[in-house]
């Protein structure tokens, strides 16, 4: 099932990380790890490039930051 939706990945307040389609309010999923959230993302639409939030500091920015899977 793919969809042109973009989505994002966030981690919630339960240490899970949540897809989430653009303009949403609920997540699609939720995941223990990124790296599963992310394939979902790819799952669901293969095109999309989704903006992930940042779960540490590094020299590109912290946790309220965004990068490109």
């Known amino acids: 099932m793919s969809t042109e939706k973009h989505y994002f990945v966030e981690k919630n307040e339960d240490g ?7 303009g949403s309010e609920r997540a699609s999923a939720l995941f223990a790890t990124q790296e599963e959230a992310i394939a979902k993302v790819k799952e669901l ?12 500091h590094t020299a590109g920015g912290g946790p309220d930051k965004w990068r490109k899977a």
């Open 16 to 22: 899970q990380f949540a897809v989430r389609a653009k």
């Open 45 to 56: 639409n293969p095109s999309d490039h989704p903006d992930v939030e940042r779960v540490r």
